[in-house]
């Protein structure tokens, strides 16, 4: 397994940990996103023509999209079972896809902020603050029916590991999240995962936390 990986990237970041929490062994290559946008180089265009990280290679086979890559790995080696269960794919299909927008707002608003990307910072927050508003009543509920993750199950999925790491780092784009308590509750719920590694930006809390 191969990942070409850009170390402040939080898409990269959720393969990385998503392999470190099923004890996974890969290699990386890390690729010169910022400045040097080697991910539109040719080399990087043939293996993804849409010119984005991450990459992932397997067995000859080549993966792009962070969402298809943890699909791809759950599937085929998580031996539990519980990160991509059949029951309850279709809602973490579709918390995955929020994951997408929060890509696209937080994300958007990081890049503005930490890599000088001109884009409109205003709508990037806004679209971003709507979404966790979404995201924190929808796990405050979660609470009170005595579940800890975006899907209801016993265990976190791949939904929990896709839209964690920009919403961890939403304050690298200037977005808050002193007014969403049940984000910061699973925020560090996430973090106390076994196998949870850290990026810049993310930072692990104690275990007895």
């Not at 984005?52 to 080696?77: H, K, M, R, T």
Request: net charge negative; aromatic share 14%.
């Amino acid at each position: 397994m191969k990942l070409y990986d850009y170390e402040l990237s939080g898409n990269c970041y959720k393969i990385r940990l998503f392999l470190s929490i099923l004890g996974l062994n890969f290699d990386t290559k890390p690729v010169d996103f910022y400045p040097g946008r080697e991910h539109k180089a040719k080399a990087l265009l043939s293996l993804n023509p849409l010119g984005q990280l991450p990459i992932f290679e397997d067995s000859d086979a080549i993966f792009c999209g962070s969402d298809v890559i943890l699909s791809y790995i759950a599937e085929n080696y998580d031996k539990s079972g519980f990160w991509y269960p059949k029951k309850q794919r279709l809602s973490i299909d579709n918390w995955m896809r929020v994951a997408d927008e929060i890509t696209a707002t937080a994300s958007a608003a990081r890049l503005h902020d930490t890599f000088f990307y001109d884009l409109d910072i205003d709508t990037a927050r806004a679209g971003a603050l709507r979404l966790f508003r979404i995201l924190d009543e929808h796990l405050w509920f979660s609470e009170k029916r005595g579940d800890d993750w975006l899907v209801e199950t016993p265990f976190p999925t791949i939904a929990d590991i896709s839209c964690f790491p920009y919403v961890a780092l939403s304050e690298e784009g200037g977005i808050s999240r002193m007014d969403f308590p049940a984000i910061r509750r699973w925020c560090d719920r996430v973090k106390r995962i076994d196998g949870f590694i850290t990026m810049p930006g993310i930072f692990p809390t104690s275990k007895a936390a």
